[in-house]
C-alpha cells in the first residue's frame, strides 16, 4: 500500500511540475514580445506609399467566337435526293446548288395544272365576249374568271415547290459534314450539313454594369486564343440596350476579320478592353488587398500602428489593383504580413 500511495505522490508532484513550467515558459515569452515600457514589440513589415499615378484602365474579360453568320442547311420538301453537289468541308458560293430533290411528280402536277389553266383561261375568255352580248350574267362570268385565278395560283404553288427542290447556299461561306447520300429520302426535319461564313467572327463577350458608360460603339478592342500568343483587334459594332437582371452585365458584341482562317467558331476569347484614362488614380500591390466579408481592406501604417481601411477596386491586374476610394495620396500602404495584423497593431515599416 505505502508503494502506490508514494507512485501517485510522484505522479501528483511531477504534474504540478510541468504545469508550473508552462506557466513560466509562456509568462517568458509575453515578455519577450514587450518592449522594456511593457509594451508590444512592433512587428516588421514593408509598405510603399500611395503616389497618384495615371493608369490606363484595361478590362479583362472572357469572350465566345461566333461565326459571322451560320445556318443549317435543310430542305424544305420531302423527297428523294437525286444529287449532291458539294464537297463537305469546302467553300461555296452565295446561290450555288447545293443538293436537288427528285421532283418528277411534282412536275407531272405542273403540266396537269397548266393544262387546267389553258382550259379555265379559255372559259374565261368566252365568258367575256358572250357576257359583253348579254347572252350570260355577270355571276356566270365571275365565276369563269374565279376559276381562272384558282387555276394560275395551282400553278404558281406547284413552281415555288419544284423551285424548293434545288437547295442554295443562303450566302458564301466553308460548308461542313453531309449527313445524306444520294437516294436518301429526306424530309425537312433532317440536318444535311451547316453552312458556316468565316471570313469575319464575332466575338461576343459581357462587362459589368458599373463600366457600361465606358463602353461606345466602334472601340478597339484586343483579344486571345488558347493555345496562341498573338494578339487580334476587332470592333465594337452592338451593344445590348439593357443590362442582363440576373447578371448585372451588359452584353457587347463586336467583329474581327478573319481572312487566314486561324480562329475558329465555338472557342474561347481573353478579351482586353479599353476604358477610361484615369488620372491621379491609387494603384496598389494585389498582396496589399485582403478580402473580408463587406468588400475588401488594406492595412495603412499610422502613428506606428496598423489601421484598418475599407477599400473599393476596380481594375485587377496580375500584379496591382486600381483603388477607388478609401485610400490618398501619401498614405503608408503594408503590403507583407497583413494576414497577421489587427487595427492598432504596432509596426516597423520598412519603405520598398
Known amino acids: 500500500m505505502k508503494i502506490k500511495y508514494l507512485v501517485y505522490a510522484s505522479l501528483i508532484i511531477g504534474i504540478i ?5 508552462r506557466i513560466s515558459a509562456n509568462s517568458a515569452k509575453n515578455e519577450e514580445g514587450k518592449d522594456k515600457g511593457g509594451k508590444d514589440k512592433p512587428v516588421n ?3 510603399i506609399i500611395a503616389k497618384p499615378q495615371t493608369f490606363d484602365n484595361n478590362l479583362s474579360l472572357s469572350g465566345s467566337i461566333e461565326a459571322n453568320e451560320q445556318v443549317e442547311i435543310r430542305s424544305e420538301v420531302s423527297g428523294i435526293v437525286e444529287g449532291i453537289y458539294f464537297q463537305e468541308g469546302s467553300n461555296v458560293s452565295k446561290g450555288q446548288v447545293l443538293f436537288k430533290v427528285n421532283d418528277i411528280e411534282l412536275r407531272a402536277q405542273l403540266r396537269q395544272m397548266t393544262t387546267k389553266e389553258g382550259l379555265a383561261s379559255e372559259n374565261e375568255r368566252r365568258a367575256k365576249l358572250l357576257l359583253q ?32 427542290t434545288a437547295v442554295r447556299a443562303p450566302f458564301s461561306g466553308k460548308i461542313g459534314l453531309r449527313s445524306i447520300s444520294p437516294g436518301t429520302y429526306i424530309t425537312p426535319t433532317i440536318l444535311v450539313a451547316k453552312l458556316v461564313n468565316i471570313g469575319k ?31 487580334y483587334t476587332a470592333k465594337v459594332y452592338a451593344i445590348e440596350p439593357e443590362v442582363a437582371i440576373a447578371t448585372r452585365t451588359l452584353q457587347v458584341r463586336a467583329i474581327a476579320e478573319n481572312r487566314d482562317g486561324k480562329l475558329l467558331p465555338g472557342t474561347f476569347a481573353n478579351v482586353e478592353l479599353p476604358l477610361d484614362i484615369i488620372k491621379d488614380a491609387i494603384v496598389v500591390p494585389t498582396e496589399a ?9 488594406v492595412f495603412i501604417s499610422s502613428n506606428g500602428q496598423a ?31 497583413v494576414m497577421a495584423l489587427k487595427n492598432e497593431t504596432p509596426v516597423k515599416v520598412k519603405i520598398k
Open 17 to 21: 511540475g510541468f504545469i508550473g513550467y
Open 289 to 297: 488587398i485582403i478580402p473580408v466579408q463587406n468588400g475588401k481592406k
Open 45 to 47: 513589415v514593408t509598405g
Open 307 to 337: 489601421k484598418e481601411i475599407m477599400v473599393e477596386t476596380a481594375t485587377r491586374t496580375d500584379a496591382s489593383i486600381l483603388v477607388l476610394s478609401g485610400l490618398k495620396a501619401g498614405d503608408t500602404i503594408i503590403t507583407s504580413a
Open 133 to 164: 352580248k348579254e347572252a350570260i350574267s355577270q355571276e356566270e362570268y365571275d365565276i369563269a374568271r374565279a376559276d381562272l385565278k384558282s387555276a394560275q395560283s395551282q400553278s404558281q404553288l406547284i413552281k415555288a415547290q419544284i423551285s424548293k
Open 201 to 231: 467572327l464575332k466575338i461576343t463577350f459581357s462587362i459589368p454594369e458599373k463600366y457600361a458608360n465606358q463602353i461606345r460603339t466602334n472601340a478597339q478592342i484586343t483579344f486571345t486564343v488558347t493555345g496562341s500568343d498573338e494578339k
